[in-house]
């Protein structure tokens, strides 16, 4: 249709783990995987725009924190839904067949909450930038130290 492309809302890129700074090169080399090794293998860079995916040392440490409270809302929401569902009672074990279906589920779901922490944690340190072809990105090589690279 036109010329200019619309570009992505700040939701639907850190959803599909996109750069936060051009919102269009995605972060992972390889499609959503079970292996969790190769899940987690990043782009380096943003293929797009040359962003670096690690900003500095240790940069992903603190997703635990983001996975915690995604895994907290997923459980909320489990629990909402089988509440009016399949219903909770004191006279039965419905509750403990939640538990382990919610386990289930959480375990189902690592592969997705792992990426999409480290997209929610990007996104909040590297801005979008609407003009990023034209400018370049932050120089971070002083912050990273390669020996030290996944060393935690
Ligand atoms: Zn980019």
Same mark, same amino acid.
């Given at each position: 249709?036109?010329?200019?492309?619309?570009?992505?809302?700040?939701?639907?890129?850190?959803?599909?783990?996109?750069?936060?700074?051009?919102?269009?090169?995605?972060?992972?080399?390889?499609?959503?995987?079970?292996?969790?090794?190769?899940?987690?293998?990043?782009?380096?860079?943003?293929?797009?725009? @040359?962003?670096? $995916? +690690?900003?500095?040392?240790? &940069? #992903?440490?603190?997703?635990?924190?983001?996975?915690?409270?995604?895994?907290?809302?997923?459980?909320?929401?489990?629990?909402?839904?089988?509440?009016?569902?399949? @219903?909770?009672? $004191? +006279?039965?074990?419905?509750? &403990? #067949?939640?538990?382990?279906?919610?386990?289930?589920?959480?375990?189902?779901?690592?592969?997705?909450?792992?990426?999409?922490?480290?997209?929610?944690?990007?996104?909040?340190?590297?801005?979008?930038?609407?003009?990023?072809?034209?400018?370049?990105?932050?120089?971070?090589?002083?912050?990273?130290?390669?020996?030290?690279?996944?060393?935690?």
């Amino acid at each position: 249709m036109s010329e200019k492309k619309v570009s992505r809302g700040y939701i639907s890129s850190t959803l599909s783990c996109r750069c936060p700074r051009c919102r269009e090169g995605k972060m992972f080399r390889h499609p959503i995987t079970i292996s969790l090794k190769k899940n987690l293998e990043m782009n380096k860079t943003c293929p797009v725009c @040359g962003q670096p $995916t +690690e900003i500095e040392v240790g &940069f #992903y440490y603190g997703t635990g924190y983001v996975s915690y409270a995604l895994t907290v809302a997923i459980s909320m929401a489990s629990l909402t839904a089988w509440w009016f569902l399949i @219903g909770m009672s $004191t +006279e039965d074990n419905r509750f &403990f #067949y939640w538990i382990g279906a919610n386990a289930l589920l959480l375990i189902f779901l690592q592969p997705l909450i792992m990426r999409l922490s480290r997209s929610f944690w990007i996104s909040w340190f590297v801005k979008y930038d609407p003009d990023w072809k034209n400018n370049q990105p932050i120089d971070v090589s002083e912050r990273l130290n390669p020996d030290q690279a996944n060393n935690w």
